[in-house]
């Protein structure tokens, strides 16, 4: 497991609620914004990971249109993000590690799924929960791979 802080230096968490939201990342879109401002909501401290490119082709077969640090810069310049990580796995107790959050949040297309389960129940095991919220169903990555003709 690697995970490391870029571009905003680490620092320790401010008291409360600290939230993590897992993504890609790629393409940002309104859906990806409202999650963020979403998540910023139900928590103190804000932490965003950015699933990094080699995980991405490892784990989704297809590697991302936006390299990992623009992704990353992107998502650090917004003013409701308090910390933003490369995260390099998929197995989100390794970001848990190495920062410690309370609540993870994820689109709620995750929710009741195999994989949805699975996060849920690794969350748990080290003290975490998992919140979902509504999922942007008309603005996706996906989507927008398909408009470009990209897939």
């Known amino acids: 497991m690697r995970i490391v802080t870029t571009v905003r230096r680490w620092e ?5 609620v600290v939230g993590y939201v897992p993504g890609a990342w790629d393409m940002f879109h309104i859906g990806h914004l409202n999650i963020l401002r979403r998540a910023r909501e139900y928590c103190d401290t804000l932490v965003v990971g950015v699933t990094d490119d080699h995980a991405l082709l490892t784990g989704k077969g297809r590697a991302p249109i936006i390299p990992e640090h623009e992704r990353l810069e992107i998502v650090t310049a917004l003013s409701i993000v308090d910390h933003a990580i490369l995260d390099h796995s998929f197995d989100k107790r390794d970001a848990w590690r190495a920062v410690h959050f309370d609540v993870l949040f994820k689109g709620d297309d995750w929710r009741g799924t195999v994989k949805g389960r699975q996060l849920e129940e690794q969350m748990a095991e080290v003290g975490a929960r998992v919140h979902y919220f509504p999922y942007t169903v008309h603005t ?3 989507h927008l791979r398909r408009a470009i003709g990209a897939l």
Do not use: I
């Open 12 to 16: 320790a968490p401010r008291p409360g």
């Open 140 to 142: 996706s990555s996906t």
